[in-house]
């Protein structure tokens, strides 16, 4: 007999079709596990380079983030939470930065944005696109290499133009210009003309290279942030260190409140938007990537432990001719290491790519700064394929424990009946994970806020534990429901009823993607849709043009990112289903030959299937419907108050959705399997 190492090569090597639904779910794991991985590695090394303060040693800066407190006593907990807009500090403390041992000079800094406006007699227009320059304070220019070509440094009520701007618009010193500020709008006096230098760039204004400069005195009141600035950028004396400056600016400033940088922090200065982009990539790297993973983990394992029990026949007759259960156990783990590997590196490729794409939305949607990149990395990749390798290991080692610890005498006959209770530990778990559930949806609708959507993803993930680990006790309970309708549709309907009952084992395969599909697309959208509504029946707001935009941005940044997570995890699902669907299918083609020898039809045959996959379909949308409920009800309602809103076209399209995919998943293989007995 060959070596177990020998039959897993023959195997994988003659049958190859037995492997290619393991091969496709363990791809997909991966695809899975490395671009949530790579997204959360991203965050975690997310930074954007110092451009204003290239030349700045020790920047000073308010914290960008708040912290908010819950609870009190053992309870109590503190979360630091993204400001969405930029938090500044007192301009004055730009004296006490200049008195710290080694600084030559500190600067406050200011950068604000200023608008053309039409000219007043004995004034110049502007001609500037849009309209939109890019103001700073005057002393910014001893950090920024900006040099006087005209002129002087201004005063109040005056203002400095870079050399092209005054160029266009032919404005000499001594002209007055007509400007739109934060303080209304008012003529300057130009004082004189500047030529930029390499670190005067503004980010996320949109006011391009059309800069401006004012009296340091007179900027913050023109920014509308009278007496405070952006930050403190402060200059070291020659031979002074970063680290040794920054010690004692910190020192100098203590109280404050105001932190201090250096070194790459700088940039996250510049763009205060850095800390909302960590939080994205880490809510989808890692809270969505958590539960993506587990998923895929589950659903991976579910496929492989299908694929095993296929072959039960096999591993009975070679049971049968001797190998010992050590043996038949080393052939399944050596099928998964030929396997495993090959799949998670084929599955990192396209998984890169979702990704990159991924990334590029949201920095196309402004959550995160143009100057992040992608930081793709081992770690990531290496993670997707041990985890690919160990799913395998595991569900292969389980699914063939019944194989390997029948007697030889008995091998054949075991194998070819089916059994009707699933293991005594999966039993145990899978209640275990049915009364969490339970529990976590009574800690939700007793909760509010946070907490409650916190128990609520606890509460998906519970059920979904639940409904893979007793797939086959509720597939036979469901199966013995929705299987009486069919009873009264002729032959077909009864013949599917009946098989649904038998093989409850390949039922609940077939079931769960469905029932996964249908839990988290229901969740994430549906989520979106109710709190959406809950904020229809609060009016307008008095001044809403600038709230408008931004609350039209956040919203559609949050529904478009529930929206890709639920088609993210809902395509991996359906992937799923067709893929376990055509393995269920394609492993009855004797069946379905035996239905043909005795007289069915070939349409006969297509009807009984197409009755299991109304079953299917059904089963998986009221498991998948339900979960939903018990995770939005409590969560909606701890949030808002109110009820979830289900829009009844988009439910209808996740139905139809499920029942189309189900149909299509069994008609196509099934076509295929009877053309030789035509």
């Not at 949530?36 to 997310?46: D, H, K, N, S, V």
């Not at 009952?501 to 609940?508: G, H």
């Amino acid at each position: 007999m060959m070596r177990p190492n020998g039959l897993a090569r023959a195997a994988v090597r003659f049958k190859p079709a037995s492997f290619a639904g393991t091969f496709l779910a363990l791809l997909m794991s991966a695809l899975i596990v490395a671009a949530c991985g790579i997204l959360l590695e991203t965050g975690l090394r997310a930074s954007v380079p110092a451009e204003r303060y290239a030349k700045v040693p020790v920047v000073a800066a308010a914290d960008q983030y708040v912290r908010v407190v819950t609870g009190s006593g053992e309870d109590r907990e503190e979360e630091a939470v993204p400001l969405p807009d930029r938090a500044r500090m007192d301009a004055g403390l730009a004296a006490k930065a200049a008195t710290a041992p080694g600084a030559a000079t500190a600067v406050a800094d200011f950068t604000f944005p200023v608008r053309t406006a039409d000219a007043t007699p004995g004034s110049r227009e502007l001609p500037v696109p849009g309209g939109a320059l890019t103001a700073h304070g005057w002393g910014s220019h001893a950090f920024t290499g900006t040099a006087l070509t005209t002129g002087s440094a201004p005063h109040d009520g005056e203002v400095v133009l870079d050399a092209g701007t005054a160029r266009a618009a032919k404005a000499a010193v001594g002209d007055t210009v007509t400007l739109r500020t934060a303080a209304g709008r008012r003529g300057f006096r130009v004082a004189g003309v500047a030529e930029a230098g390499p670190g005067d760039t503004a980010r996320n204004t949109g006011a391009g290279d059309v800069l401006a400069w004012f009296a340091d005195t007179q900027a913050p009141a023109l920014a509308g942030h009278p007496g405070r600035a952006d930050a403190i950028a402060v200059l070291a004396e020659p031979g002074t260190r970063a680290g040794a400056l920054a010690g004692s600016v910190r020192t100098a400033l203590a109280g404050s409140g105001a932190g201090v940088h250096l070194g790459d922090d700088r940039g996250a200065v510049e763009d205060p938007g850095l800390g909302y982009a960590k939080e994205t990539l880490f809510g989808i790297g890692g809270s969505f990537g958590g539960i993506a993973t587990i998923v895929a983990i589950f659903t991976a394992a579910g496929t492989v432990a299908l694929s095993v029990s296929q072959r039960a026949r096999e591993f009975a007759l070679l049971r049968a001719v001797g190998a010992t259960p050590r043996q038949i156990r080393r052939a399944v783990a050596s099928e998964a290491l030929l396997v495993a590997p090959l799949a998670g590196i084929a599955g990192c490729l396209p998984g890169i790519g979702l990704a990159h794409w991924w990334f590029g939305q949201l920095q196309d949607r402004g959550a995160i700064p143009e100057a992040v990149r992608v930081h793709v990395s081992w770690i990531p990749l290496l993670l997707a394929v041990a985890t690919g390798l160990l799913t395998a290991l595991a569900a292969g080692w389980a699914a063939g424990r019944r194989p390997a610890r029948t007697k030889p005498g008995q091998a054949l006959t075991e194998a070819s009946v089916e059994r009707l209770r699933p293991g005594v530990v999966r039993t145990v778990l899978g209640v275990a994970a049915l009364v969490g559930g339970a529990i976590l949806t009574g800690v939700s609708a007793n909760s509010a806020g946070d907490d409650a959507a916190g128990a609520s993803l606890g509460v998906v993930m519970c059920f979904m534990l639940a409904v893979a680990l007793l797939g086959p006790l509720v597939a036979r309970v469901c199966a013995g429901l929705f299987g009486l309708p069919l009873r009264g549709a002729g032959p077909a309907g009864e013949l599917a009823a009946a098989n649904s009952r038998t093989n409850a084992r390949r039922l609940a395969s077939a079931i769960t993607p469905i029932v996964l599909a249908m839990a988290f697309a229901s969740t994430l959208v549906f989520m979106h849709t109710s709190s959406e509504e809950s904020l229809a029946g609060f009016g307008e707001v008095t001044d809403a043009s600038g709230y408008a935009t931004g609350r039209s941005l956040d919203a559609e940044l949050g529904a478009w990112s529930n929206t890709t997570m639920a088609a993210v995890l809902g395509g991996f699902a359906a992937v799923a289903a067709v893929n376990t669907l055509v393995m269920t299918v394609l492993d009855r083609r004797r069946e379905l030959g035996t239905l043909r020898l005795v007289g069915s039809t070939r349409r006969q045959v297509l009807q009984m299937l197409h009755w299991e996959g109304l079953l299917v379909s059904a089963v998986g949308v009221t498991l998948g419907t339900a979960i939903a409920a018990a995770t939005l009800i409590p969560m909606i309602r701890g949030l808002t108050g109110d009820v979830p809103y289900v829009p009844p076209l988009v439910y209808g399209s996740f139905v139809a959705a499920a029942v189309a995919l189900v149909l299509l998943a069994v008609t196509l293989p099934a076509r295929a399997a009877l053309r030789r007995w035509s």
